[in-house]
């Protein structure tokens, strides 16, 4: 029972990090695009999926609560800032995406906290996970670092990383979805993006080799981890051709690919640990009685009605949408 709740975790995180990473990714670059009708073409390219995919960020958070109430203890005791500012940001966002189409006077106010918004929640949701991957202190199953003690250079550069590859995302996603100049702009981000993810990615390892992070031991045990890192070399050589052949598919394709190869080495690299080397899987989890009671609803009925739900509003809402039209 405990590994279902495991599994269904794991993807929850990776479809929020998927879905409302796209999202967030054109939220960002809703900040540097000029003109109306880009920025309302660019709006009604996620309008009618926004806010269904920030849902599943609640699923994890409530999987974590009821689940695994050990970890939510002690990650929202050490995250409390960084996640009160991200959801500050996913507020702030949403209040701007309705609003900003009702006034013409105060629309640079709400487009500037539309962006604002994506990129303070993309940055702590990165930097969130930086922390995490350098280690939360634990003692007595309690969180035993400072009020800031997430806050070091290893979160920062993560948090500035997460916001390049949901950038990267969102541009592959208005790629897929949008027409004439918002897709040509997205076109001529795309390899900017993919070269500055990729000094992040080399700046990180050198980091942690500097610094000696325990994850790298991991790596040293479990070689079969390096497949992830050849999947998504792959994919990024698969996405370059495509750009390069503006083939509007398969670069959104890709970059989920290149996502799913780093969360999956992330996890693997964890494994049993929940807590990374301080809490595991089995010490986390809930009272046996507690898992298989939410199983009988949340577990068979709530969960993959989510996924029906998820997988019909992408199916409805595909194809490119009209650059003329509003979300309203």
């Not at 990776?14 to 900040?31: A, K, Q, S």
């Not at 050589?237 to 394709?253: K, M």
């Not at 290149?258 to 640990?273: G, R």
């Not at 949340?298 to 490119?320: E, Q």
Request: hydrophobic letters at 60%.
């Amino acid at each position: 029972m405990v590994w279902f709740w495991v599994a269904l975790l794991a993807i929850g995180i990776l479809l929020y990090v998927l879905l409302d990473g796209f999202d967030l990714g054109v939220g960002m670059l809703f900040g540097v695009a000029h003109g109306e009708p880009r920025r309302r073409a660019m709006m009604s390219a996620v309008a009618p999926i926004w806010d269904g995919n920030e849902t599943w960020l609640v699923v994890s958070g409530v999987i974590l609560w009821a689940a695994f109430p050990l970890v939510y203890s002690i990650v929202l005791s050490a995250l409390y800032l960084p996640v009160l500012l991200m959801l500050a940001g996913l507020i702030l966002r949403g209040v701007a995406f309705e609003y900003r189409h009702q006034t013409a006077q105060t629309r640079g106010i709400w487009d500037a906290s539309f962006a604002g918004g994506s990129l303070v929640a993309a940055f702590m949701q990165g930097l969130m996970v930086g922390a995490l991957v350098e280690g939360l202190p634990v003692a007595d199953g309690r969180y035993a670092g400072g009020v800031v003690g997430w806050l070091t250079p290893f979160a920062v550069l993560c948090g500035l990383g997460l916001c390049v590859g949901y950038a990267l995302l969102g541009a592959c996603w208005l790629v897929r979805k949008c027409e004439a100049d918002v897709r040509d702009e997205a076109y001529r981000l795309i390899p900017y993006l993919s070269l500055a993810l990729l000094v992040f990615l080399i700046v990180v390892f050198a980091y942690a080799l500097a610094e000696n992070l325990p994850v790298l031991s991991r790596w040293i045990e479990r070689p079969y981890l390096f497949v992830f890192p050849v999947i998504g070399a792959l994919a990024a050589i698969v996405l370059a051709l495509s750009v390069q052949r503006r083939q509007d598919g398969p670069p959104f394709v890709m970059v989920t690919l290149i996502f799913l190869a780093a969360f999956c080495t992330l996890a693997i690299s964890f494994w049993p640990y929940m807590i990374p080397f301080a809490v595991t899987i089995e010490q986390a989890a809930a009272p046996h009685a507690s898992l298989a009671f939410m199983f009988w609803f949340a577990g068979i009925i709530v969960f993959p009605l989510m996924l029906i739900y998820t997988a019909i509003s992408l199916a409805v809402f595909r194809g490119k949408v009209d650059g003329t039209a509003t979300h309203y």
